[in-house]
């Protein structure tokens, strides 16, 4: 057995089941150390989407993500992807394959310092080596597991992959949780939760990686608090829930701005401030930050207490302490809501991207899973879209890069190849990653791609009148709308211009036995109106 072996072996045991990437002569070994090995090795068509694959696979399973690429531009391609994961907060093992160890540093055909380009996006970069390859990859996927999660770098030279192993099979990582918060901090929690009279949570991405997300729920219950979401977070809790009043700082978020300015706490709940800060919206109430790490907040925040350490310990804290009193009606939470909703459609007299989402939600069975890109139809989509449990709801939010939903989608499905999977992009992301579809295509996925057409970058078309600046270079198309072509590298396509014609192509493409590319075409007007006010 060879070192690159031994790595693939060491992976397996680990929980990974796929990595993605594009080959090269040097990252031959280990591709055939996966094939031996059986390891599956998923091509895609650029290493960026390899790593934004890996991140998904690591959100999806709690096993990191496995990201493949060679080494110069191969790196920095993929660096993409792995800051996507640091980011967001997702464990992923980032494999750059190099030249020989003696060929280092010096002035040759694609050479860089691999470990300087990944330094400042992941949690470590370490070089493997031989008589160490055992350890070194111990050592990583420990550090991609320990909270906050996020992507170790390996660099793997030829040389070490192709040298017999020397080592035995190490102890598989155990990731270990935080430590259990302090008792003199739950108190201190309580007495601020108790003086408070309308207290809201809003629950964040840390959550997402609780042991026992059912903890979020039994304290919202147990105190009857209203509670919000970040984008990342959606569905922890059941949106549907009478206490939610939906997704922050996303599309109308001046209404929800409004309605947390009636409280007099917020509770963040393992609320991550690399999806937006704290001071982006709380102005003058007190908060309470209940979270793995420190709250990162400017000193206009006012923070009465907070409660840092392992999640589930807290919650369970805070849920077995007798229940608090507030004065929120059930009533008051349903009529913002309504009102919230109501904001986000409004009538138009052309096919509208709210009328698209809300068909996709509609055809996708309740336990299914929505990926999508970053844009406007971001904004749009994280304020409308209903998600009743965790994992769901597949979006990127600390890097926000475009090109995260297409393979992202590809990663979802292989992970949970028993739920169906829509990914739902705009035409600017489906420019950038379509050849991804010849991936799903060779996996046999069953992947519906609702294409959202308006012909613009959107979010910057946007940004562009708001600013009174002219519309330039955001236009993706000039030429009038004419139908798809019949097929994307062999995937068929199917145009749709109206809400009938979508619900039936969705609802064909969900029973298709490959990947379909449905292209709505909307006018995308109402933006403007809804996307920032």
């Given at each position: 057995?060879?070192?690159?072996?031994?790595?693939?072996?060491i992976?397996?045991?680990?929980?990974?089941?796929?990595?993605?990437?594009?080959?090269s002569?040097?990252?031959?070994?280990?591709?055939?150390?996966?094939?031996?090995?059986d390891?599956?090795?998923?091509?895609?068509?650029?290493?960026?989407?390899?790593?934004?694959?890996?991140?998904?696979?690591?959100?999806?399973?709690?096993?990191?993500?496995?990201?493949v690429a060679?080494?110069?531009?191969?790196?920095?391609?993929?660096a993409?992807?792995?800051?996507?994961a640091?980011?967001?907060?997702?464990?992923?093992?980032?494999?750059?394959?190099?030249?020989?160890?003696?060929?280092?540093?010096?002035?040759?055909?694609?050479y860089?310092?691999?470990?300087?380009?990944?330094?400042?996006?992941?949690?470590?970069?370490?070089?493997?080596?031989?008589?160490?390859?055992?350890?070194?990859?111990?050592?990583?996927?420990?550090?991609?597991?320990?909270?906050?999660?996020?992507?170790?770098?390996?660099?793997?030279?030829?040389?070490v992959?192709?040298?017999?192993?020397?080592?035995?099979m190490?102890?598989?990582?155990?990731?270990?949780?935080?430590?259990?918060?302090?008792?003199a901090?739950?108190a201190?929690a309580?007495?601020?939760l108790?003086?408070?009279s309308?207290?809201?949570?809003?629950?964040g991405?840390?959550?997402?990686?609780m042991?026992?997300?059912?903890l979020?729920?039994?304290?919202?219950?147990?105190?009857?608090?209203?509670?919000?979401?970040?984008?990342?977070?959606?569905?922890?809790?059941?949106?549907?829930?009478?206490?939610?009043?939906?997704?922050?700082?996303?599309?109308?978020?001046?209404i929800?701005?409004?309605?947390?300015?009636?409280?007099?706490?917020?509770i963040?709940?393992?609320?991550?401030?690399?999806?937006?800060?704290?001071?982006?919206?709380?102005?003058?109430?007190?908060?309470?930050?209940?979270?793995?790490?420190?709250?990162?907040?400017?000193?206009?925040?006012?923070l009465?207490?907070d409660?840092?350490?392992?999640l589930?310990?807290?919650?369970?804290a805070?849920?077995?302490?007798p229940?608090?009193?507030?004065?929120?009606?059930?009533?008051?939470?349903?009529?913002?809501?309504?009102a919230?909703?109501?904001?986000?459609?409004?009538?138009?007299?052309?096919?509208?991207?709210?009328?698209?989402?809300?068909i996709?939600?509609?055809?996708?069975?309740?336990?299914?899973?929505?990926?999508?890109?970053?844009g406007?139809?971001?904004?749009?989509?994280?304020?409308?879209?209903?998600?009743?449990?965790?994992?769901?709801?597949?979006?990127?939010?600390?890097?926000?890069s475009?090109?995260?939903?297409?393979?992202?989608?590809?990663?979802?499905?292989?992970?949970?190849?028993?739920?169906?999977?829509?990914?739902?992009?705009g035409d600017?992301?489906?420019?950038?990653t379509?050849?991804?579809?010849?991936?799903?295509?060779?996996?046999?996925?069953?992947?519906?791609?609702?294409?959202?057409?308006?012909?613009?970058l959107?979010?910057?078309?946007?940004?562009?009148?708001?600013?009174?600046?002219?519309?330039?270079?955001?236009?993706l198309q000039d030429?009038?709308?004419?139908d798809?072509?019949?097929?994307?590298?062999?995937?068929?396509?199917?145009?749709?211009?109206?809400?009938?014609?979508?619900?039936?192509?969705?609802?064909d493409?969900?029973?298709?036995?490959?990947?379909?590319?449905?292209?709505?075409?909307?006018?995308?007007?109402?933006?403007?109106?809804?996307v920032?006010?």
């Amino acid at each position: 057995m060879n070192n690159a072996e031994l790595l693939v072996q060491i992976l397996k045991a680990s929980g990974i089941s796929h990595g993605f990437g594009v080959p090269s002569g040097n990252v031959l070994p280990l591709m055939e150390a996966m094939r031996a090995h059986d390891l599956p090795f998923v091509l895609t068509a650029h290493e960026g989407s390899a790593g934004f694959a890996a991140d998904v696979m690591g959100r999806l399973t709690g096993a990191p993500g496995l990201a493949v690429a060679t080494l110069g531009p191969g790196a920095t391609n993929l660096a993409t992807g792995v800051g996507d994961a640091f980011l967001d907060r997702s464990p992923m093992i980032a494999v750059t394959c190099n030249l020989d160890v003696a060929q280092h540093g010096r002035r040759i055909q694609m050479y860089i310092d691999h470990h300087r380009l990944f330094a400042p996006i992941t949690k470590a970069s370490l070089g493997l080596r031989q008589g160490s390859v055992a350890a070194t990859t111990a050592e990583a996927l420990r550090i991609a597991l320990a909270e906050p999660a996020g992507p170790v770098h390996l660099d793997l030279p030829e040389d070490v992959a192709l040298a017999p192993a020397v080592e035995e099979m190490p102890t598989p990582a155990v990731p270990q949780p935080p430590a259990a918060p302090d008792g003199a901090a739950i108190a201190a929690a309580l007495a601020v939760l108790r003086r408070a009279s309308r207290p809201i949570a809003v629950i964040g991405a840390s959550a997402m990686r609780m042991a026992d997300v059912g903890l979020l729920r039994r304290f919202i219950e147990k105190h009857d608090i209203p509670f919000a979401s970040t984008t990342m977070a959606k569905g922890l809790i059941d949106e549907a829930h009478p206490l939610s009043i939906g997704c922050i700082e996303r599309a109308r978020r001046q209404i929800q701005r409004r309605f947390l300015q009636r409280t007099d706490l917020v509770i963040g709940l393992g609320y991550d401030t690399v999806e937006v800060e704290y001071e982006a919206w709380i102005g003058n109430i007190e908060l309470l930050h209940v979270d793995i790490e420190e709250a990162d907040i400017a000193p206009s925040v006012r923070l009465a207490s907070d409660v840092i350490g392992n999640l589930d310990n807290s919650l369970a804290a805070l849920s077995d302490a007798p229940a608090v009193d507030n004065g929120w009606k059930l009533a008051e939470i349903a009529a913002h809501r309504d009102a919230f909703q109501s904001a986000l459609r409004p009538d138009v007299p052309e096919f509208a991207p709210h009328q698209a989402i809300d068909i996709v939600r509609k055809v996708l069975p309740r336990d299914g899973i929505l990926t999508f890109d970053v844009g406007a139809h971001t904004h749009q989509i994280a304020s409308q879209w209903t998600a009743h449990a965790p994992r769901q709801f597949l979006i990127t939010n600390g890097w926000s890069s475009m090109g995260f939903g297409l393979p992202s989608a590809v990663a979802a499905k292989l992970a949970r190849p028993d739920l169906p999977v829509v990914c739902v992009i705009g035409d600017g992301c489906f420019q950038m990653t379509c050849g991804e579809l010849a991936a799903a295509r060779r996996l046999g996925l069953c992947l519906p791609v609702v294409v959202l057409d308006d012909r613009w970058l959107g979010l910057i078309k946007v940004k562009q009148e708001r600013r009174q600046l002219p519309v330039y270079g955001t236009a993706l198309q000039d030429d009038e709308y004419r139908d798809p072509p019949e097929h994307y590298f062999g995937v068929p396509a199917v145009g749709v211009r109206d809400g009938p014609a979508l619900r039936c192509a969705l609802a064909d493409a969900l029973r298709a036995t490959g990947p379909t590319v449905i292209e709505a075409v909307v006018d995308a007007d109402h933006y403007s109106e809804t996307v920032f006010d």
